[in-house]
């Protein structure tokens, strides 16, 4: 066997093959309550590698023609799970803060992608220049449902894991939402956007809270800025901090 195979067979192994005797270690070292979360995380991390190991035995295309490019192996054939799997990576990412910050673009937003997991063969990119028509806003509403569902396990996942006297939701701050209010008519007012998490305790959540016409959305960014310790005097076009983010 020459070093490229031995290098491929490693690449090959479990991420946890390789940290079980420092795990074992660690653990002989903690107390009680450590040992239960090093093994939730270790737990997890094994159920995500068994998911990617699944995938990659799932039949599909080497190429997309909506997406236009080769689709890597390990990428699940389920849209939902692959969306569901990037999620509960950047989970486990905070929960061991080995990051803390992440981006995940759920869709292109100029993708041409259909939903037929939900019935709908049109493409969405299609299907946001709507022209009002009742049959085609009900599908993007059906779209828009489908990812807003997967919002929802994301922040579910953040919220079911303990973190000092409140869960790994309430020390975070997400942000979700899309750069388009309507895409029919390409406006970039009125975003919908929701912040969800109690920040470390900056933020009250839980609430619809309306802001003048014409507010930066980098107003947003900068007070999510200032809740992590950033010192910014502007961002982009931000005129300013937001007030009424914490009660």
Same mark, same amino acid.
């Given at each position: 066997?020459?070093?490229?195979?031995?290098?491929?067979?490693?690449?090959?192994?479990?991420?946890?093959? +390789?940290?079980?005797?420092?795990?074992?270690?660690?653990?002989? =070292?903690?107390?009680?309550?450590?040992?239960?979360?090093?093994?939730?995380?270790?737990?997890?991390?094994?159920?995500?590698? =068994?998911?990617?190991?699944?995938?990659?035995?799932?039949?599909?295309?080497?190429?997309?023609?909506?997406?236009?490019?080769?689709?890597?192996?390990?990428?699940?054939?389920?849209?939902?799970?692959?969306?569901?799997?990037?999620?509960?990576?950047?989970?486990?990412?905070?929960?061991?803060?080995?990051?803390?910050?992440?981006?995940?673009?759920?869709?292109?937003?100029?993708?041409?992608?259909?939903?037929?997991?939900?019935?709908?063969?049109?493409?969405?990119?299609?299907?946001?220049?709507?022209?009002?028509?009742?049959?085609?806003? $009900?599908?993007?509403?059906?779209?828009?449902?489908?990812?807003?569902?997967?919002?929802?396990?994301?922040?579910?996942?953040?919220? $079911?894991?303990?973190?000092?006297?409140?869960?790994?939701?309430?020390?975070?701050?997400?942000?979700?939402?899309?750069?388009?209010?309507? &895409?029919?008519?390409?406006?970039?007012?009125?975003?919908?956007?929701?912040?969800?998490?109690? &920040?470390?305790?900056?933020?009250?959540?839980? =609430?619809?809270?309306? +802001?003048?016409?014409?507010?930066?959305?980098?107003?947003?960014?900068?007070?999510?800025?200032?809740?992590?310790?950033?010192?910014?005097?502007?961002?982009?076009?931000?005129?300013?901090?937001?007030?009424?983010?914490?009660?």
């Amino acid at each position: 066997v020459d070093e490229s195979q031995r290098r491929r067979a490693a690449l090959n192994k479990s991420i946890l093959d +390789f940290i079980s005797d420092d795990a074992s270690k660690l653990q002989s =070292r903690l107390g009680k309550n450590d040992v239960r979360k090093l093994d939730e995380y270790l737990t997890g991390v094994r159920e995500i590698e =068994r998911r990617i190991e699944r995938s990659e035995s799932d039949s599909r295309p080497e190429a997309s023609e909506e997406l236009g490019y080769p689709i890597p192996k390990g990428i699940p054939e389920e849209y939902a799970e692959h969306i569901r799997l990037m999620s509960d990576i950047i989970v486990l990412a905070f929960q061991t803060d080995t990051t803390r910050v992440a981006s995940f673009m759920f869709a292109n937003a100029g993708s041409n992608r259909s939903y037929r997991e939900l019935g709908i063969p049109d493409g969405h990119h299609s299907l946001s220049h709507h022209g009002n028509d009742p049959k085609k806003l $009900s599908k993007i509403s059906d779209i828009n449902r489908f990812h807003v569902a997967q919002f929802a396990y994301f922040l579910e996942r953040l919220k $079911s894991i303990p973190e000092g006297e409140g869960t790994l939701l309430d020390h975070s701050m997400i942000c979700y939402g899309s750069a388009l209010s309507d &895409g029919n008519r390409h406006n970039n007012e009125d975003l919908p956007i929701l912040l969800a998490g109690g &920040g470390g305790g900056s933020i009250d959540p839980g =609430r619809h809270i309306r +802001f003048e016409q014409e507010t930066p959305m980098c107003n947003l960014f900068l007070s999510m800025l200032d809740r992590v310790g950033v010192p910014a005097d502007f961002i982009g076009d931000s005129t300013g901090r937001l007030s009424g983010l914490k009660i």
